[in-house]
Every structure is written in C-alpha cells, then in structure tokens.
C-alpha cells in the first residue's frame, strides 16, 4: 500500500487518518400527476425543446420533430455510422449508443436521421431530460400527441404513456425509426409496453449502459480527428503541434474541443490560456447546436453537463477519492488495497465502481480490470 501511495502521489509518509463513509438511502420515486405546463428542458449533454407548443413538423411521415444533422458535419464518425446501420437494419438490433457526456451521441443519432430518414415511413424522436420521469418525455410530447390523436385531459401517467406507446405499435406502415435520446436506466420497466424492434428500428443513446440491449460503444476521437475537429470550429492558420498538445490535455473530448476552438476563435485567446481553461474558467461567448444559447465560460458550462447531484452520497464520495488520485488508470486491486477498511468491504468498492461505470462517470478497462476518470470530469 505504501509503495503504491507513493509511486501514485509521490507523497512521503503521513499520518493517516479515518475515512468517512456516507450511507444514506436514495428516496423513491413519487408518482407525478399530468401536467400541461409545456416547455423547454435544457440537461444532459444537449439541449433539445423535449416538449412543444405546436405540430411543427415538416412531413406527415415525422410524428414529433425530428432533429437533423448532416454527416459530413461530423468527424471520425463515418464507420460508426454504418456499422448502426448494420446492427438496426440487416441485424434487427435494439442499439444503445454509449458514451460519456459530450462525446456526441446526440450527434450520431441526428446523422442516422439525416443520412437514412427519406427510407422511413414513420419517425419518431423523444427526448428525454435524464431527471424526470421517462414517461414524460412522452405525454408532454405535444406534436407526439396530436399526430396520435390522443386527448390528454383527465387521464393518470400510466393510461396516457400506455395509450401512447400502443398506437405507437399499431402503426402498419415499414420500416419506422423510433430514437429515444438520452435515457436511463429507469427505461427498464418500460421496455416491454415502448415501440419494439419486430415493429420498429429502435435506437437508444445513453451515458448509461442498459442490460440486454445491444451497445455501441461511442469512442472518443483519434489524435488526427480531434486536431480536425478544432480545425473546424477555429477556421483560422493554426499552429497543429500547438493543437496536438491541447487535444491531448483533454483527452479529445469532442464537446470540450469544439468550445475550446470557438473560444480561442472568437476572444484570440492563446494555447497557452487554452490549457489551463479550467483555472481560468475561460470566456467563449459563442453557442454549440447543444447549448442553444451563448456559452459564457467553459468551466460553468461543462460543470452544467454532469450533475454530481444525481448521484448517491456513496458513489460522489468514491468519486472524491478518484479526484485525488492522478487521472491514470487504476487497478480494481489497487483501489482496494487504498481504499478498503472494515467499514468499506471490497463488494462495496466494487458495487459503487461499476455503478458509476455503468452511468458514464468512470471509464473501465476489462483487459486490465482498472477504472479511469476522464480529465473533463476530473477538472470539473
């Protein structure tokens, strides 16, 4: 433990001392009455109006607004795509798109609509907030409700959301794309009444991991992709090594890149200020298609992306103990080693690692069994 310690901290010996460990009881979930109160939600990793004022879609074929977004917008991106392709249509796959926040899942799902929505005869795109529950993002779905034909008033949660997903899979025309943007895994219960793969092209994205579905992990960036995808967004001569480093830093974090590179563009800010961004808690005064608005500083608006608040006590304080820790991989041994005592089991640290494996806060090696915090998370 003590050469471990040391070769991680580079610390001399100190005097040690007890470790809190919180337990506190997560509260359940409280029923919700129906609520007409339409408007728009801003959480997770994007920014999308989930609830709608009007049936403001362009063709009959698109039963709630569609996001869009051409491909060749994106980088590094164009084998993922067609492998999504792949596992929806000729594998008649339920596709969960994975990844940590920031990473583009969003972004992928709105290319799979661009690129192959002219082949779908009915598509349907929910929303979900990631806080509220998920039945929501449908019954406050306006143009959802009104291309249905279904009539809120005086309906409980589980008639309308049943009422719903029903007409939903009494559709006959082929093929159609159901996407469910943003989910948890609180759509586990649901999963048999929702829109089904026999039925419908059913696709997910998540910073969760959900059983029994089929994962698409969503990668971060290469060294030459991420460096293209500052390019981009910077649109100015660039000194690439210079580009490299702070990429790098980052650990290509393809949100953090395109507001770094929109930072840098619109204030002259120079790379030396781009690397510590963070201590600076850097001014960008500029919008991503994810914001929707002008992003004020880097910091805040990262620190908007992952609500810690989310999270039991027990998984924010294993969560402290990593931030202490470099931003290398450790060991589920070595964690153990560090971090277990007589109040703290070992099926404990591991309960609470894969808990937030599995919600996108920890990234996980299977070959070495190690867990990771991403530099963004550790940052912020």
């Given at each position: 433990?003590?050469?471990?310690?040391?070769?991680l901290l580079?610390?001399?010996?100190k005097?040690?001392?007890?470790?809190?460990?919180?337990?506190?009881?997560?509260?359940?979930?409280?029923?919700?009455?129906?609520?007409?109160?339409?408007?728009?939600?801003q959480?997770?990793?994007?920014?999308?109006?989930?609830?709608y004022?009007?049936t403001?879609?362009?063709t009959s074929?698109?039963l709630?607004?569609?996001?869009?977004?051409?491909?060749?917008?994106?980088?590094?991106?164009?084998a993922?795509?067609?492998?999504?392709?792949?596992?929806l249509?000729?594998?008649q796959?339920?596709v969960?798109?994975?990844?940590?926040?920031g990473?583009g899942?969003?972004?992928?799902?709105e290319?799979y609509a661009?690129?192959?929505?002219?082949?779908?005869?009915?598509i349907?795109w929910?929303h979900?907030?990631?806080?509220?529950d998920?039945?929501?993002?449908?019954i406050?779905?306006?143009p959802l409700?009104?291309?249905l034909k279904?009539?809120q008033?005086?309906k409980q949660i589980?008639?309308?959301?049943?009422?719903?997903?029903?007409?939903?899979?009494q559709?006959?025309?082929k093929p159609?794309l159901f996407?469910?943007d943003?989910?948890?895994?609180?759509?586990f219960p649901?999963?048999?009444?929702m829109p089904s793969?026999?039925k419908?092209?059913?696709?997910?994205t998540?910073r969760?991991?959900i059983?029994?579905i089929?994962?698409?992990?969503?990668n971060?960036?290469?060294?030459?992709d991420?460096i293209?995808?500052?390019?981009?967004?910077?649109?100015?001569?660039i000194?690439?090594t210079?580009?490299?480093?702070?990429?790098?830093?980052?650990?290509?974090?393809t949100?953090?890149?395109?507001?770094?590179a929109?930072a840098?563009?619109?204030?002259?800010?120079?790379?030396?200020?781009?690397?510590v961004?963070?201590d600076l808690?850097l001014t960008v005064?500029?919008?991503?298609?994810?914001?929707?608005?002008?992003?004020?500083?880097?910091?805040?608006?990262?620190?908007?992306i992952?609500?810690?608040?989310?999270?039991?006590?027990?998984?924010?304080?294993?969560?402290?103990?990593?931030?202490?820790?470099?931003t290398?991989?450790?060991?589920?041994?070595d964690?153990?080693?560090l971090l277990?005592?007589?109040?703290?089991p070992?099926?404990?640290?591991?309960?609470w690692a894969e808990e937030?494996?599995?919600?996108?806060?920890?990234?996980y090696?299977?070959?070495?069994?190690?867990f990771?915090?991403?530099?963004?998370?550790y940052?912020?």
């Open positions: 433990m003590k050469s471990y310690l040391k070769k580079g610390l001399e010996k005097e040690e001392k007890a470790v809190s460990i919180p337990h506190t009881e997560t509260p359940a979930a409280t029923e919700k009455p129906v609520t007409k109160n339409y408007k728009i939600e959480t997770g990793d994007n920014s999308i109006q989930n609830n004022f009007g403001d879609t362009k074929k698109e709630t607004i569609v996001p869009k977004r051409n491909p060749n917008d994106l980088i590094g991106r164009t993922f795509l067609q492998e999504l392709r792949t596992k249509v000729e594998n796959e339920i969960l798109v994975n990844a940590m926040g990473v899942k969003t972004s992928v799902a290319a661009f690129q192959y929505g002219e082949e779908y005869a009915k349907v929910i979900h907030t990631g806080s509220e998920i039945r929501f993002a449908f406050n779905n306006v409700l009104e291309n279904i009539v008033d005086h589980d008639e309308l959301f049943n009422e719903i997903c029903d007409k939903l899979n559709i006959d025309e159609k996407v469910f943003n989910v948890t895994k609180d759509i649901y999963l048999g009444i793969q026999s419908w092209h059913i696709l997910y998540s969760h991991q059983e029994d089929t994962t698409m992990e969503l971060f960036l290469d060294e030459k991420a293209d995808l500052f390019k981009k967004y910077y649109q100015r001569t000194d690439q210079a580009v490299a480093e702070v990429v790098h830093l980052f650990e290509y974090h949100l953090t890149i395109e507001i770094l929109k840098m563009r619109k204030n002259r800010h120079t790379f030396e200020s781009l690397k961004a963070f808690d005064g500029a919008e991503t298609k994810h914001s929707q608005s002008k992003i004020e500083r880097v910091k805040s608006y990262l620190s908007s992952f609500k810690m608040s989310r999270l039991t006590d027990k998984e924010q304080w294993l969560l402290k103990q990593f931030a202490c820790l470099p290398t991989p450790h060991r589920f041994e964690l153990a080693l277990c005592t007589d109040d703290l070992r099926e404990n640290l591991s309960s937030l494996q599995e919600k996108g806060w920890l990234l090696n299977e070959k070495d069994d190690s990771k915090m991403h530099a963004i998370i940052e912020i």
